[in-house]
Every structure is written in C-alpha cells, then in structure tokens.
C-alpha cells in the first residue's frame, strides 16, 4: 500500500483547506486510517482516524468542530477538510493506513510523505 498526500499550501487564519490522502497499491487491505500531524519541536500527534467504512471517526480536542474527516472507499481517497485554521494548526500533515500483509499475517501501519500546511495570522 502507497499513500499520496496532497492538497496543503499557506493560507491565512480562519480560511479553509481540504487534504487528499490517495491510496494505491492494496487497498483492499487497508482497514482504519487517519492523519497525524506535526508541529517544528513537537511530537507528531493524530488528529482524525476514521474506521474502515466511514462510520465511525474520533477527532483530537484541538480540532473538533473545525476539521472533518471523511473517506471514499470506491477512490482509495481519504479527505481533512480543515475550516477555521489557526496558525497553530501549522505543521506536516501526514496520512496514515492500518492494512493487512498477508506475507507478514499482520496488520502493519502505512504512512504518506506528509504535506505542510502553514497557517498565517
């Protein structure tokens, strides 16, 4: 399984942006997924996971209400709508899966290149 993000840029406080995480590869056996992000000097942290069939998402205190995460199975794409951005919500943002490798009889995590987003204030 391969991730792609894309879809980060600089935008001003209080605007909007919408990240891309594109899977290819396996997909089948990609199960959970999620975007992490990470901040200069600081840890990277998750901020959204969603489940495999979308039902079911949790979301980092610092982002609910603002962020909305969402997937389309039949794209192999997941999505970050990110509204009202904060310039502390500047970081790398990074997409990754849980999928299955049979090779290995284990779910092993994936993750993409990851994408900036920098918020200006």
């Known amino acids: 399984v391969q991730l792609v993000e894309s879809g980060g840029g600089l935008v001003q406080a209080g605007g909007s942006l919408r990240l891309s995480c594109a899977a290819s590869?396996?997909?089948?056996?990609?199960?959970?997924m999620g975007w992490y992000r990470q901040a200069p000097g600081k840890q990277r942290e998750l901020v959204a996971a969603?489940?495999?069939?979308?039902?079911?998402?949790n979301y980092a205190d610092s982002v609910k209400g603002r962020f909305t995460i969402s997937r389309d199975n039949a794209k192999n794409t997941m999505y970050l709508q990110m509204n009202s951005l904060k310039p502390e919500d500047t970081a790398v943002y990074y997409c990754n899966a849980v999928a299955y490798y049979s090779d290995y009889r284990r779910y092993l995590e994936v993750w993409g290149q990851g994408t900036l987003v920098t918020v200006s204030s």
């Open positions: 969603i489940t495999s069939g979308g039902g079911s998402t």
């Open positions: 590869g396996s997909t089948f056996s990609i199960n959970a």
